[in-house]
T-cell receptor, first 113, second 110 residues
Framework: DAGVIQSPRHEVTEMGQEVTLRCKPI?????LFWYRQTMMRGLELLIY????????DSGMPEDRFSAKMPNASFSTLKIQPSEPRDSAVYFC???????????FGQGTRLTVV | QKEVEQNSGPLSVPEGAIASLNCTYS??????FFWYRQYSGKSPELIMF????GDKEDGRFTAQLNKASQYVSLLIRDSQPSDSATYLC??????????FGTGTRLQVFP
């Protein structure tokens, strides 16, 4: 079991640039979650998918954020255009969808300058 | 009212003592409850889950759930300095979303 795999681990970009974060969930898991963690706000749920379908995106802060899950083994979170306040650690997590989370990826530390 | 509430701490306990971490939640329909540990700069890792009222023990950890009071706690017996971390309470409600509290920072001093 390779666990949840995220890339890149670190991303530094300039304000206004497009940023794409990637996630490969644990094989066999049918739910996928994107979280953002900051010192001020803690761990916030941005969006979650079940069977590749977005179920709840109410946590997505603005239209600048979008997420896709084209198949069961891959998801992306895109920020366009990026802003300094988007700087945070973004975590992806997956689960069987039965209430038992399988685990988190190592996170992507995003810095927007 | 936040969906999941925790005292931010820090909670400081001496080595060998029992650390008690508490969490309350607002969705009365919540069915699944989790405790995660997060070391500084690392991702959260699941340490306990509980679904039914009462206690659940796993080694030095005991999770306690009281659905009537909408309260879940984590006890760490024989606390060690390596237990120093932030402990996140998480709840899955009827919407199937895993919602986290802001975490309690635990410090275990020798």
């Amino acid at each position: 079991d390779a666990g949840v795999i995220q890339s890149p681990r670190h991303e530094v970009t300039e304000m206004g640039q497009e940023v794409t974060l990637r996630c490969k969930p644990i094989s066999g898991h049918n739910s996928l979650f994107w979280y953002r963690q900051t010192m001020m706000r803690g761990l916030e749920l941005l969006i979650y998918f079940n069977n590749n379908v977005p179920i709840d995106d109410s946590g997505m802060p603005e239209d600048r954020f979008s997420a896709k899950m084209p198949n069961a083994s891959f998801s992306t979170l895109k920020i366009q255009p990026s802003e300094p306040r988007d700087s945070a650690v973004y975590f992806c997590a997956s689960s069987h969808g039965d209430g038992t989370p399988g685990g988190f990826g190592q996170g992507t530390r995003l810095t927007v300058v | 009212q936040k969906e999941v509430e925790q005292n931010s701490g820090p909670l400081s306990v001496p080595e060998g003592a029992i650390a008690s971490l508490n969490c309350t939640y607002s969705d009365r329909g919540s069915q699944s409850f989790f405790w995660y540990r997060q070391y500084s700069g690392k991702s959260p890792e699941l340490i306990m889950f509980i679904y039914s009222n009462g206690d659940k023990e796993d080694g030095r950890f005991t999770a306690q759930l009281n659905k009537a009071s909408q309260y879940v706690s984590l006890l760490i017996r024989d606390s060690q300095p390596s237990d120093s971390a932030t402990y996140l309470c998480a709840v899955i409600g009827l919407t199937d979303k895993l919602i986290f509290g802001t975490g309690t920072r635990l410090q275990v001093f020798p």
